[in-house]
């Protein structure tokens, strides 16, 4: 039974800002060449090199070729400033005095002074900073020689060799291949193959002076016994008073550990080459990579920005001129459509403003609506709330006819006034009868 394939519903980006090759991280660079040199080693080598070199050296070699690329920039522009030490001064005097003439003559003053500090801040700055890189380089130094003898420390064990020669091994890396490692680190005092070697006994347990390197292998078969240094005798045939079965013998057996150390020595170097040198060099290779993409990023977008330019300056120069009344129909589009939000409020200032002048000539008599389920005056429901007071009343009349009614009702009011106060006295009286009647009906129970 064939299974569908599942298809990839991860969104791609196909314009400028898409990430590429030519836009990764360097340091992303450098980690891949070590884990991929790692992949296949042993856990525990492979453990002491991804740490010396990632972990370790590669923070501080980061940093400083940061710094080092503030240096480059401070010192080849002169007009550039390191935001910490930049001045923002401003004299704050009264218009009066911004007219005055000595009021230039100090304002200069003070724009020069704050320049004149910038430029001294600045230099202070540059060798801050170079401090900072001569720091840095000088841990990640220390951090290769101890890497170094780490890593043939490492090799030595697992080919089951003689560990009292470790640094006999770190020895033989540096006098092949100190032209090589010196020069990725850019210090004055650590150039020449003796530098290097003294640095190694510095950071490490070795004692100088360092034993005697192992000699190329097309010198080993060919030396005499007595005429090698002390390191490279034991590895060498004996004196050839044997027989030639003896001296066959012997010559293939240090043949076979000549081989044996060679190999060592190549798997230690080939390691400290890939996770030091090679990813070193892959991460400047990637930092440069993303400068030249960032510059022709920079110069297309200014090519096409330009382009632009000229194409609308040399349309509009082909065009022909709006007739006036064409053109003050355009302008009056664009007025009202600029205008067209404010109508609304408008409005809604003018609603209020009539609200606010009722009685007036020319307010808004227009009665209110009646409220939602109101128990007060106007109210047309069972629901909670007062209702409109408002509602059912006639409009306000002005005039003759305003006059009257007012009358009218001042009429009915005091006969209406008039009527309840009779009914008051009435039932005060019947209230008072009601209470004599029941006295004397109490009292003559209790005769009886």
Same mark, same amino acid.
């Given at each position: 039974?064939?299974t569908?394939?599942?298809r990839?519903?991860?969104?791609?980006?196909?314009?400028n800002?898409?990430?590429?090759?030519?836009s990764a991280?360097?340091?992303?660079?450098?980690?891949?060449?070590?884990?991929?040199?790692?992949?296949?080693?042993?856990?525990?080598?492979?453990?002491?090199?991804?740490?010396?070199?990632?972990?370790?050296?590669?923070?501080?070699?980061?940093?400083?070729?940061?710094?080092?690329?503030?240096?480059?920039?401070?010192?080849?522009?002169?007009?550039y400033?390191?935001?910490?030490?930049?001045?923002?001064?401003?004299?704050?005097?009264?218009?009066?005095?911004?007219?005055?003439?000595?009021?230039?003559?100090?304002?200069?003053?003070?724009?020069?002074?704050?320049?004149?500090?910038?430029q001294?801040?600045?230099?202070?700055?540059?060798?801050?900073?170079?401090l900072?890189?001569?720091?840095?380089?000088?841990?990640?130094?220390?951090?290769?020689?101890?890497?170094?003898?780490?890593a043939?420390?490492?090799?030595?064990?697992?080919?089951?060799?003689?560990?009292?020669?470790?640094?006999?091994?770190?020895?033989?890396?540096?006098?092949?291949?100190?032209?090589?490692?010196?020069?990725?680190?850019?210090?004055?005092?650590?150039?020449?193959?003796?530098?290097?070697?003294?640095?190694?006994?510095?950071?490490?347990?070795a004692?100088?002076?360092?034993?005697?390197?192992?000699?190329?292998?097309?010198?080993?078969?060919?030396?005499?016994?007595?005429?090698?240094?002390?390191?490279?005798?034991?590895?060498?045939?004996?004196?050839?008073?044997?027989?030639?079965?003896?001296?066959?013998?012997?010559?293939?057996?240090?043949?076979?550990?000549?081989?044996?150390?060679?190999?060592?020595?190549?798997?230690?170097?080939?390691?400290?080459?890939?996770?030091?040198?090679?990813?070193?060099?892959?991460?400047?290779?990637?930092?440069?990579?993303?400068?030249?993409?960032?510059r022709?990023?920079?110069?297309?977008?200014?090519?096409?920005?330009?382009? @632009? *330019?000229? #194409? /609308?300056?040399? %349309?509009?120069?082909?065009?022909? !001129?709006?007739? $006036? @009344? *064409?053109? #003050? /129909?355009?302008? %009056?589009?664009?007025v009202?459509? !600029?205008?067209? $939000?404010?109508?609304?409020?408008?409005?809604?200032?003018?609603?209020?403003?009539?609200?606010?002048?009722?009685?007036?000539?020319?307010?808004?008599?227009?009665?209110?609506?009646?409220?939602?389920?109101?128990?007060?005056?106007?109210?047309?429901?069972?629901?909670?709330?007062?209702?409109?007071?408002?509602?059912?009343?006639?409009?306000?009349?002005?005039?003759?006819q305003a006059?009257?009614?007012?009358?009218?009702?001042?009429?009915?009011?005091?006969?209406?006034?008039?009527?309840?106060?009779?009914?008051?006295?009435?039932?005060?009286?019947?209230?008072?009868?009601?209470?004599?009647?029941?006295?004397?009906?109490?009292?003559g129970r209790?005769?009886?």
């Amino acid at each position: 039974m064939a299974t569908t394939p599942q298809r990839d519903n991860k969104r791609t980006r196909f314009d400028n800002s898409a990430s590429d090759q030519s836009s990764a991280p360097p340091l992303a660079s450098f980690k891949d060449v070590v884990q991929n040199h790692c992949a296949s080693l042993q856990p525990a080598l492979r453990d002491i090199l991804i740490n010396s070199a990632t972990i370790q050296f590669l923070p501080h070699m980061d940093t400083a070729n940061k710094k080092e690329r503030a240096v480059t920039r401070m010192e080849s522009e002169a007009a550039y400033v390191p935001r910490s030490v930049k001045l923002h001064c401003k004299l704050h005097c009264t218009k009066l005095t911004t007219q005055d003439a000595e009021y230039a003559n100090l304002e200069a003053t003070l724009s020069n002074s704050a320049r004149t500090f910038e430029q001294a801040a600045k230099a202070t700055i540059v060798q801050a900073t170079k401090l900072d890189v001569k720091v840095h380089r000088t841990a990640a130094k220390r951090v290769f020689c101890e890497a170094l003898y780490k890593a043939s420390k490492a090799y030595i064990t697992l080919n089951d060799l003689d560990l009292q020669q470790i640094h006999k091994y770190a020895n033989t890396i540096m006098d092949r291949h100190h032209e090589e490692i010196t020069p990725i680190f850019e210090l004055p005092d650590f150039i020449t193959k003796e530098h290097l070697k003294a640095n190694y006994t510095q950071f490490t347990s070795a004692t100088e002076p360092l034993p005697n390197p192992f000699l190329p292998p097309d010198i080993l078969p060919r030396a005499n016994n007595n005429n090698l240094p002390l390191g490279n005798q034991a590895v060498v045939a004996p004196a050839a008073n044997l027989n030639p079965y003896h001296n066959a013998a012997a010559a293939a057996q240090n043949q076979n550990v000549n081989r044996h150390i060679e190999d060592t020595l190549a798997h230690i170097w080939r390691s400290i080459r890939t996770c030091f040198l090679d990813a070193w060099t892959a991460y400047l290779r990637q930092q440069k990579d993303n400068d030249n993409a960032l510059r022709m990023k920079k110069m297309s977008t200014e090519l096409l920005t330009n382009e @632009a *330019t000229a #194409a /609308t300056a040399m %349309q509009i120069d082909q065009e022909a !001129a709006l007739p $006036p @009344a *064409t053109l #003050a /129909t355009l302008i %009056q589009r664009e007025v009202l459509k !600029a205008t067209a $939000p404010l109508k609304g409020t408008i409005r809604g200032l003018e609603t209020q403003l009539k609200n606010s002048q009722r009685g007036l000539p020319g307010a808004s008599l227009k009665p209110q609506r009646p409220g939602k389920g109101g128990r007060g005056r106007g109210g047309g429901g069972r629901g909670r709330g007062r209702g409109n007071p408002n509602a059912g009343r006639a409009p306000r009349q002005d005039g003759p006819q305003a006059a009257e009614s007012a009358n009218a009702s001042n009429r009915d009011s005091q006969g209406t006034n008039t009527n309840a106060s009779r009914d008051r006295s009435n039932n005060k009286r019947s209230n008072s009868s009601n209470a004599g009647n029941k006295r004397k009906h109490r009292s003559g129970r209790k005769r009886n």
